[in-house]
């Protein structure tokens, strides 16, 4: 009966994408563990608010995202192959080029007003992460939409310990600042699997009118996200 259910593709591929997530689930609850042991409560709560530049940063792609998500499946049911990678290259250079633009603009506003280095500091590393996880989110993506499910099966894993290792070793030796320096490696690990060991491409390309029209497609779509991060942070 199990080699029955296995031998449908469906379920191979499920299963390679709930997996990963219940690792993560793991390795995050051993992390929390670990860095509430050595940081303490009040630490804690530093990183976490800090921690919200990337969660409501990534809020900035406008939708583009979302929108990729609705049409480049549509394009791949057509067989449009070509034209659905252009619409994530595309898609890519334009939620790069927001959120970049954002995020220095946010940079620029936090060293005027705040003077603690240690605040200025997590802002610069939670901004620089917030980048480097558009570029993970885009080759990851890449792959889902194109249904490289053993990929995005590989990919999420190594994340899942690249995180755990990371984050629990700079903790350990560096403290507070261990966290923050920690953030800036954990996706280099599953995007250089991606980019080298599994050749996935993501060209930068800009173009208004199709980011426009993800836009249209994915900002209701990105609404529905800002409300689910409202409610959890």
Known sequence: MVKKLFAYGFVRHSL?????????????????????????????????????????????QAGITDGIGLKVPLLIGQKKYQEAEIYVNKGFGGVMTIVSSMAFIFLVAAFLVIDDDLVLFGIV?????????????????????????????????????????????ATYYLGIIGVFISILFIYIPSIIYLKFKKKEKVHFKWDFETNIELIKLGFPILILGLIVTLFTT
């Open 16 to 60: 390679a994408l709930i997996s990963p997530d219940i690792l993560q689930i793991i390795l995050k609850a051993l992390t929390a563990l670990v860095t509430a042991k050595i940081l303490g409560p009040e630490n804690l709560g530093f990183i976490a608010m800090l921690g919200l530049i990337v969660s409501y940063g990534a809020l900035f």
């Open 125 to 169: 590393a939670n901004s620089i992460c917030l980048l480097i996880f558009q570029v993970h989110q885009y080759y990851e993506a890449k792959a889902r939409l194109f249904y490289n499910f053993r990929e995005v099966f590989y990919s999420q894993n190594i994340l899942a310990i690249s995180q755990f290792i990371f984050t629990v070793t």
